[in-house]
Every structure is written in C-alpha cells, then in structure tokens.
C-alpha cells in the first residue's frame, strides 16, 4: 500500500487466490482479509495494487497452484451506462472466453460483473448490505453455485453518496478503498464483498469435505 498505509492483521488460511482484471484491487482485499494471499493480474499497470502483482493478460495467465480464482472481466460491453455514453460493441466480450476457460480449468473460481452482465447471479451484493454508505450492486457467479449465509436486503435510503467524479474520493473511502487514487475507484469494488463471498467459498468446501 502506499505511503503510511499498511495491511491490515488477518488470520492466514494457507489458500492462494488469483485476481484476474485486478484493477488496484478493492475485490483483491477482501480475499486478504479472509485470510488468502493474494495475486493480481491486469493487462496494465497497477502502481497501487496491494499484493504481488503481474501485468499480463488474464486470458493467458497461468492457473496452476490457486486454490481459488477470481474473474472481474470488463463490463463494457454489457454495462448500461457505456449504451448511455457510447457504443458496447466498441468494447470486446472476454467474459464469454474468460467463463469457458475457468470452467475448463477445474479450479474453483468466482466471476464478478455488473447485474445487467449474462453471468448467473449466485450472490447479488450492494454495499448497504454491509453497512457501507455506498449504492453499488455487483453480481456474483461462482463454480459452486452459491447458497450458504444470508445478508439483509438493500437499504437505498437518501443517505447514500452518490457516484459522480466530483466527490469519488468521499466515494472511494466509504466502499474501503483508501489506498486507491480517485480515477482508480471508478472501476472499484468494495472489499466486504469478496471478504464476504471467500467466506462462502470456505463454507462450500468444508461442507463438501465433510
């Protein structure tokens, strides 16, 4: 992290996870919290990610030695707001590659995308549903097809701060991503997400070993 800024303490677990599409790595933290370590991949350069990181593809990026494998594929291509403000067929499909290769690869992994994204919603989130001042939802897909603990439903009281590029420092604080520059937390999720889906996947897997 940058500056005075540390890691926070967590409880390692022994399982690596590997963060493709990492962006500077809201989701990534919330795997380090639930006690992973963490490695990132992005096709461009992360000065602030967190953990080791690897600027490379991630349709390429070797699988091999993860316990776990998370996805956030580009949303353009099926976000609402790029129809607003441009063309989606400007922006390339690598969800549809980037689930087969996952599905192919026999580890398990979780796919993260907009709502409005073909992914088969397993866990939708918004960050009221963790007490975070923030309206964000985020759909989540998984290879053990969700289930276990339940989280209140979402509270969009008047409260909430709005995203708008003007105030995304306020923005990028209240989903946790404080070590983030402003234009990076435009594409950042909130780390309770992930801290919250790892806990599932645990669940999921001792249950199954069980």
Known sequence: MTGAEVLPLRRPNG???????????????????AGFDVVGVDIRPQPNYPFTFHQADALTF???GFDLVHASWP??????????????????????????????????????NVPEAPIRPDYLLCG????????RHRAFETSW???????????????????A?????????AMGCTWM?????????????????ATQYLTHERSAAA
Request: hydrophobic residues 35%; contains cysteine; charged residues 20%.
């Open 15 to 33: 399982l690596r996870v590997l963060d493709l599409c990492s962006g500077a790595g809201g989701l990534s933290m919330g795997y380090y919290l």
């Open 62 to 64: 070797p699988l091999d």
């Open 75 to 112: 949303c353009e291509h099926f976000a609402r707001v790029t129809a607003w403000r441009g063309n989606q067929a400007d922006h390339p499909d690598l969800l549809t590659p980037g689930r087969e290769r996952l599905a192919a690869s026999g580890v398990p992994w979780v796919i993260e």
């Open 128 to 135: 009221t549903q963790f007490g975070l001042n923030v309206r």
């Open 145 to 163: 097809g969700g289930g276990g603990d339940l989280v209140p439903p979402c509270w969009h009281h008047k409260r909430l701060l709005p995203f």
């Open 165 to 173: 590029h003007k105030g995304e420092r306020a923005y990028a604080d």
């Open 181 to 197: 520059t402003n234009t990076e937390a435009r594409k950042a999720v909130p780390p309770a997400y992930t801290h919250w889906i």
